[in-house]
Nanobody, 123 residues
């Protein structure tokens, strides 16, 4: 069983920064990579960023230039550095593992999810 645990969320003022972590209990040999999604209150999950285990990274348009993904393969941990945060970035941030091929920006292509960490950005 693969487990993911997010951490690093909190309350920050607009313009501030946070670094989220996603700890993966084990790296499944047949998985392709890790994605981040967020969910604002009353809304569905939206794609934020994605990385393959080999380091190929993609971002959603609304975080490009502000958020940066990185990873520590030795610790099976993926980091999401979030800078210049805006109130619209508020939400619960989840990381997830996608086992098979398929669009990385679609949540239904992901197989394992963490419980999420709350990010609140005040204006």
């Amino acid at each position: 069983q693969v487990r993911l645990v997010e951490s690093g969320g909190g309350l920050v003022q607009a313009g501030g920064s946070l670094r989220l972590s996603c700890a993966v209990s084990k790296r499944t040999m047949d998985s392709t990579g890790v994605g981040w999604f967020r969910q604002a209150p009353g809304q569905g999950r939206e794609f934020v960023a994605w990385t393959t285990w080999s380091g190929s990274i993609n971002y959603s348009d609304f975080v490009k230039g502000r958020f940066t993904l990185s990873g520590d393969n030795g610790k099976n941990t993926i980091y999401l550095q979030m800078n210049r945060l805006e109130p619209e970035d508020t939400g619960t941030y989840h990381c997830a593992i996608k086992r098979y091929d398929g669009r990385y920006d679609r949540e239904d292509n992901y197989d394992y999810w963490g419980p999420g960490t709350q990010v609140t950005v005040s204006s």
